[in-house]
C-alpha cells in the first residue's frame, strides 16, 4: 500500500477509536448518573442513617400538616415512623425518619427522581403503578366513595351518572379515573389537592367530591355540612411505595410490618387516628 493511503486509513481508524471512547465514556457517566439516583434503597437509607419518606399535608387523617408544629401528622405519618423504628433495629443501623411532602400527582415522581426514598401517602396498590414502582403488602384497607352536601339527596354514585353532574377528585388519584367507570355520564373536576377539591365542592363547582372512604370521613369531620353516603363501590389497598426494582427494601418493609402488626403499634395507630370518626367502623380496621 502506499503511504498516502496508509495514512489515511490511520487517521480513519484513530477517529473511529476516538468516537468510541468518548461515545463508551459519555454512556458509561450516563449509566453512572441513573444508578447514583437509584442505588438500592436499602443500602442508601442505612448508608445516610434516615429515610426520606414522602408523606401527604391534604389528607386528614392519614397525612395533614399541623400549622402549630409545622409537621405533618397523621396515620400514614405515624406508620412512617413505626417502620423507621423497626428497621432501625432490623438493620442495626439507626435511622431517622425525614419527611418530605407529596400530592397524589407528585408522588411517584419524586420517587422517580430520587428526592424520597419511599412514600406512604394513601396509596392504592394498582397493577399500572406496579409497572413503574414496587409496592409492600397491603397495611390498610380503603375503597371509594362520595362526599356530598347534606340534604342533596344523592344517596349513591348511580345518582350522578347524567351529563348535569359533576364530580370533583384529585389529580393522580385513581379516584378519577375510577369514578370514569361508575358514573360514566358525568363530568369529571380533577384539582391539585385534598383542599382545593373541598373548597371546590363548598363553592359548588360539582355536587360530590370523590376519593378513599377514610379520606372523606376525615374531610367530613372538618366541614359538618357534608356527609359519605352510599358505602364503597372498589376495593383500595394501601402500599408503601419504593423505586421499582428494589427487593431488599421491600422485604425489609414487609417484615418491619408484620413485627408492628404483631407488637400492637399498629393496632394502636389505627384506634390513634380512627376511633371516634363518625361513620368510619374502626373497628374493622384492626389487624
Ligand atoms: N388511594 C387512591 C390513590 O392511590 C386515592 C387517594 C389518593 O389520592 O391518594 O390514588
Do not use: C
Not at 399535608?57 to 409545622?70: S, V
Not at 414487609?254 to 363518625?278: D, Q
Amino acid at each position: 500500500m502506499e503511504k498516502a493511503k496508509k495514512r489515511k486509513i490511520g487517521i480513519i481508524s484513530s477517529i473511529i477509536l476516538t468516537l468510541l471512547i468518548i461515545f463508551g465514556v459519555v454512556s458509561a457517566s450516563a449509566l453512572a448518573e441513573n444508578n447514583s439516583k437509584h442505588v438500592d434503597t436499602w443500602e442508601r437509607v442505612k448508608r445516610l442513617g434516615k429515610i426520606r419518606w414522602g408523606v401527604k399535608a391534604d389528607t386528614k387523617l392519614f397525612g395533614l400538616m399541623d400549622t402549630k408544629t409545622g409537621q405533618p401528622e397523621g396515620f400514614d405519618v405515624d406508620i412512617a415512623k413505626a417502620l423507621t423504628v423497626q428497621l432501625s433495629k432490623q438493620s442495626g443501623v439507626p435511622m431517622q425518619a425525614d419527611f418530605t411532602i407529596v400530592t397524589s400527582n407528585t408522588r411517584i415522581q419524586l420517587l422517580k427522581n430520587a428526592n424520597i426514598d419511599g412514600f406512604i401517602a394513601t396509596a392504592t396498590i394498582t397493577p399500572e403503578r406496579e409497572k413503574v414502582i414496587d409496592f409492600s403488602n397491603s397495611y390498610f384497607k380503603a375503597g371509594q366513595s362520595i362526599l356530598v352536601k347534606k340534604g342533596s339527596g344523592i344517596k349513591s354514585i348511580k345518582d350522578l351518572n347524567n351529563s348535569k353532574s359533576t364530580i370533583i377528585g384529585v389529580v393522580g388519584s385513581n379516584s378519577v379515573i375510577n369514578v370514569k367507570k361508575f358514573a360514566p355520564k358525568a363530568k369529571v373536576l380533577a384539582l391539585g389537592d385534598y383542599g382545593q377539591a373541598m373548597a371546590a365542592l363548598k363553592a359548588g363547582q360539582g355536587q360530590a367530591l370523590t376519593t378513599d372512604n377514610g379520606i372523606l370521613y376525615g374531610l367530613a369531620t372538618e366541614n359538618p355540612g357534608y356527609t359519605v353516603v352510599g358505602g364503597t363501590f372498589t376495593s383500595e389497598p394501601y402500599g408503601v411505595a419504593f423505586d421499582n426494582n428494589q427487593p431488599e427494601m421491600v422485604k425489609q418493609t414487609n417484615k418491619a410490618l408484620k413485627a408492628i402488626i404483631a407488637n400492637g403499634t399498629y393496632n394502636k395507630l389505627i384506634r390513634k387516628w380512627f376511633r371516634g370518626v363518625p361513620g368510619l367502623d374502626w373497628r374493622s380496621l384492626e389487624k
